[in-house]
């Protein structure tokens, strides 16, 4: 598609790749020249040595759109959709092949005037207005020649009929749609009612601000006026009642306080309390602001990385609440600090060779990730470098890595070695259990 003039063009093809791609374009620039920017996805076929090669020797500069940002290609993606729709109703009208009506689609399509151009495209393209049916139906019309042949009655009869048809199906669509829309609301929708006295929360505008909303309150339902309206009681605000729908409304729950017990009911049982310092980064999924407007606090966090060495530094003052029994034991770990340092150490304890029984080497390249992910896996990648834990290597053999999210919202950094497991060799031995059983 052109840019400028929105002057669409589609092939259909057996194959997409690049050979296959060349020549249609080809084809194309025979008949309206050579263009000076190309602009693709970032496709293998669109980034091959072949098709770069091609565009160069015509002087053609190529560029490519973000990846996962269709966007960029804002237009072109909006008219695959309407081809597809034109497709469609085209097939179902006439009963034929899809690729039959390609030619007759493109050409409804290039001569029919532009919203924001002003213009059809094929009239910025060839400068003239293209002599089409709409056209060739006027000239019959207004012809006298024509004028015994075709019959006004019919024809306006005949655009009524086929009126009533487009609006059976443009009911039918509808009623498809909302059904869809009405399953997925459906699935998240919670019924909820109130009754005089509750208290809930109040979407309202903000004042000074009428394109922001906020929940205010809390206030009290005094009256049901139907199944989806309220009347409230707004003391604070210039009405002091005001009906609302329940889509507005949120229940209001009072935060309970928990109960310290004092001395006298733990029995003369000595109870200190332990705390720890963590550093948790929160996650961006669960601070901030709810869907609704309110602000909620951090969500506690699990799984969070400690520092050892600062532990074992002040070790005895978080083994004040054991026993003497109990603090000997836990103790062993001043002996044993090695085992718990901040970084993850390497044992050579046990070792074992992984037998491919001469299969070929496999190859896997990298998945596509966003930019975001593509971060966070560079520094783990410097984390396991920089620690000894990974090395750099030059073997045929490569499997992607990818990110795995945990409960505590960071990600687990893995590799995917689903096709190298399927070519290994397991030696399948008799082993003796502690009891003096064998297994395979």
Same mark, same amino acid.
């Not at 060495?309 to 109990?326: A, E, K, R, V």
């Not at 396991?384 to 990600?411: I, Q």
């Given at each position: 598609?052109?840019?400028?003039?929105?002057? !669409?063009?589609?092939?259909?093809?057996?194959?997409?790749?690049?050979?296959?791609?060349?020549?249609?374009?080809?084809?194309f620039f025979s008949t309206f020249?050579?263009?000076?920017?190309?602009?693709?996805?970032?496709?293998?076929?669109? @980034?091959?040595?072949?098709?770069? +090669?091609?565009?160069?020797?015509?002087?053609?500069?190529?560029?490519?759109?973000? *990846?996962?940002?269709?966007?960029?290609?804002?237009?072109?993606?909006?008219?695959?959709?309407?081809?597809?729709?034109?497709?469609? /109703?085209?097939?179902?009208?006439?009963?034929?092949?899809?690729?039959? +009506?390609?030619?007759?689609?493109? =050409?409804?399509?290039?001569?029919?005037?532009?919203?924001? @151009?002003?213009?059809?495209?094929?009239?910025?393209?060839?400068?003239?207005?293209?002599?089409?049916?709409?056209?060739?139906?006027?000239?019959?019309?207004?012809?006298?020649?024509?004028?015994?042949?075709?019959?006004?009655?019919?024809?306006?009869?005949?655009?009524?009929?086929?009126?009533?048809? *487009?609006?059976?199906?443009?009911?039918?669509?509808?009623?498809?749609?909302?059904?869809?829309?009405?399953?997925?609301?459906?699935?998240?929708?919670?019924?909820?009612? =109130?009754?005089?006295?509750?208290?809930?929360?109040?979407?309202?505008?903000?004042?000074?601000?009428?394109?922001?909303?906020?929940?205010?309150? !809390?206030?009290?339902?005094?009256?049901?006026?139907?199944?989806?309206?309220?009347?409230?009681?707004?003391?604070?605000? /210039?009405?002091?009642?005001?009906?609302?729908?329940?889509?507005?409304?949120?229940?209001?729950?009072?935060?309970?306080?928990?109960?310290?017990?004092?001395?006298?009911?733990?029995?003369?049982?000595?109870?200190?309390?332990?705390?720890?310092?963590?550093?948790?980064?929160?996650? !961006?999924?669960?601070?901030?602001?709810?869907?609704? +407007?309110?602000?909620?606090?951090?969500? !506690?966090?699990?799984?969070?990385?400690?520092?050892?060495?600062?532990?074992?530094?002040?070790?005895?003052?978080?083994?004040? %609440?054991?026993?003497?029994?109990?603090?000997?034991?836990? /103790?062993?770990?001043?002996?044993?600090?090695?085992? =718990?340092?901040?970084?993850?150490?390497?044992?050579?304890?046990?070792?074992?060779?992984?037998?491919?029984?001469?299969?070929?080497?496999?190859?896997?390249?990298?998945? %596509?990730?966003?930019?975001? /992910?593509?971060?966070?896996?560079?520094?783990?990648?410097?984390?396991? @470098?920089?620690?000894?834990?990974?090395?750099?290597?030059?073997?045929?053999?490569?499997?992607?890595?990818?990110?795995?999210?945990?409960?505590?919202?960071?990600?687990?950094?893995?590799?995917?070695?689903?096709?190298?497991?399927?070519?290994?060799?397991?030696?399948?031995? @008799?082993?003796v259990t502690a009891d003096g059983?064998?297994?395979?």
């Amino acid at each position: 598609m052109c840019v400028a003039t929105r002057f !669409p063009e589609a092939i259909p093809l057996r194959k997409i790749t690049a050979p296959v791609i060349i020549k249609a374009l080809v084809k194309f620039f025979s008949t309206f020249g050579l263009p000076k920017i190309v602009q693709t996805d970032q496709g293998t076929n669109f @980034l091959s040595r072949l098709f770069k +090669g091609v565009l160069g020797s015509l002087a053609i500069s190529h560029r490519v759109s973000s *990846a996962y940002h269709p966007q960029s290609q804002g237009a072109l993606e909006r008219f695959h959709q309407t081809l597809k729709s034109m497709l469609k /109703k085209y097939c179902m009208d006439t009963a034929r092949d899809w690729d039959e +009506g390609v030619p007759l689609v493109l =050409f409804a399509v290039r001569e029919t005037v532009q919203e924001s @151009l002003g213009f059809s495209p094929a009239e910025l393209v060839f400068g003239h207005q293209v002599r089409g049916p709409l056209k060739v139906l006027k000239e019959q019309i207004l012809t006298a020649d024509s004028c015994p042949k075709t019959n006004v009655l019919d024809y306006v009869s005949t655009f009524r009929d086929r009126l009533h048809t *487009a609006w059976s199906l443009a009911r039918e669509s509808l009623a498809t749609a909302q059904k869809g829309m009405k399953h997925k609301f459906d699935q998240k929708a919670i019924a909820q009612s =109130f009754m005089p006295g509750d208290e809930v929360l109040v979407l309202l505008p903000v004042p000074g601000s009428s394109l922001s909303a906020h929940f205010f309150g !809390p206030y009290v339902v005094k009256r049901r006026m139907s199944k989806t309206d309220y009347m409230l009681s707004t003391p604070d605000r /210039k009405r002091q009642t005001r009906v609302c729908h329940i889509n507005m409304l949120k229940a209001y729950h009072v935060r309970e306080k928990a109960e310290v017990k004092t001395s006298e009911q733990t029995a003369g049982l000595a109870v200190t309390s332990v705390t720890l310092a963590v550093e948790v980064t929160p996650s !961006p999924s669960i601070a901030g602001a709810d869907e609704d +407007g309110i602000v909620l606090r951090n969500a !506690p966090q699990q799984c969070a990385r400690l520092a050892n060495s600062g532990i074992l530094q002040d070790l005895s003052s978080y083994l004040i %609440h054991l026993t003497s029994d109990q603090e000997s034991d836990i /103790k062993l770990i001043s002996d044993f600090n090695c085992l =718990f340092s901040d970084v993850p150490r390497q044992t050579n304890v046990l070792q074992h060779n992984i037998n491919v029984s001469g299969a070929r080497p496999i190859k896997q390249h990298a998945y %596509h990730v966003n930019t975001v /992910k593509r971060s966070i896996m560079r520094q783990e990648v410097g984390y396991l @470098l920089e620690n000894g834990l990974a090395k750099p290597s030059c073997s045929p053999w490569s499997s992607p890595c990818l990110l795995v999210p945990k409960p505590d919202g960071t990600f687990r950094f893995c590799t995917d070695y689903r096709r190298v497991n399927d070519v290994i060799f397991f030696f399948r031995q @008799l082993s003796v259990t502690a009891d003096g059983r064998l297994y395979r």
